[in-house]
Antibody, heavy 116, light 108 residues
Framework: QVQLVESGGGLVKPGGSLRLSCAAS????????MSWIRQAPGKGPEWVSY????????YTADSVKGRFTISRDNAKNSLYLQMNNLRAEDTAVYYC?????????WGQGALVTVSS | EIVLTQSPGTLSLSPGERATLSCRAS???????LAWYQQKPGQAPRLLIY???TRATGIPDRFSGSGSGTDFTLTISRLEPEDFAVYYC?????????FGQGTKVEIK
């Protein structure tokens, strides 16, 4: 069965960095677009970034452009989100999801808290 | 960016009643690329409807979607206890993909 497992979340100070990872299994990872979608407490989800199956096409939301970088390693069936210069407003649960239109498969989420 | 506005914010209903949720877009959603999700506390969103009216695999037929252009509706014909949750609409006709702020369906 399809599984997406995020890791790397935690508490970080403003201006700090974190790298989220998503380990995928149960499907052909290299055939699918992958996305990072976040959800701040009490808010609707927000699409952060997505990457094509080969990694050559990337979308990044304006709210994180220049600070967050999505990448993937198809040999390791893994998706990544490098987050730099974190701000309080980046506090959210970050989900890894398969696809870039209407994801059916989501991970359980990784909580990122940005606070001094 | 297409802004999606959901109404009402909260819907208080009893099991067995009909729920009607609205999603209005700030501009036309191309090709009816509008989806609906259900989310329960501590869980990721679950895809219910895509293409405005097509149920995702395994979704019961008490869930139905309709609409086009800027006005869309999710209807739950008879609420079951497991349907009390938050519902989000999402458009994927243009970038950025955007979500509404959600409608909470709570037990009256």
């Amino acid at each position: 069965q399809v599984q997406l497992v995020e890791s790397g979340g935690g508490l970080v100070k403003p201006g700090g960095s974190l790298r989220l990872s998503c380990a995928a299994s149960g499907f052909s990872f290299s055939d699918h677009y992958m996305s990072w979608i976040r959800q701040a407490p009490g808010k609707g989800p927000e699409w952060v970034s997505y990457i094509s199956s080969s990694g050559t096409s990337i979308y990044t939301a304006d709210s994180v452009k220049g600070r967050f970088t999505i990448s993937r390693d198809n040999a390791k069936n893994s998706l990544y989100l490098q987050m730099n210069n974190l701000r309080a407003e980046d506090t959210a649960v970050y989900y890894c999801a398969r696809g870039q239109q209407t994801p059916v498969y989501w991970g359980q989420g990784a909580l990122v808290t940005v606070s001094s | 960016e297409i802004v999606l506005t959901q109404s009402p914010g909260t819907l208080s209903l009893s099991p067995g009643e009909r729920a009607t949720l609205s999603c209005r877009a700030s501009q036309s959603v191309s090709s009816s690329y509008l989806a609906w999700y259900q989310q329960k506390p501590g869980q990721a969103p679950r895809l219910l409807i895509y293409g405005a009216s097509t149920r995702a695999t395994g979704i019961p037929d008490r869930f139905s979607g309709s609409g086009s252009g800027t006005d869309f509706t999710l209807t739950i014909s008879r609420l079951e206890p497991e349907d009390f949750a938050v519902y989000y609409c999402q458009q994927y006709g243009s970038s950025p993909r955007t979500f509404g702020q959600g409608t909470k369906v709570e037990i009256k």
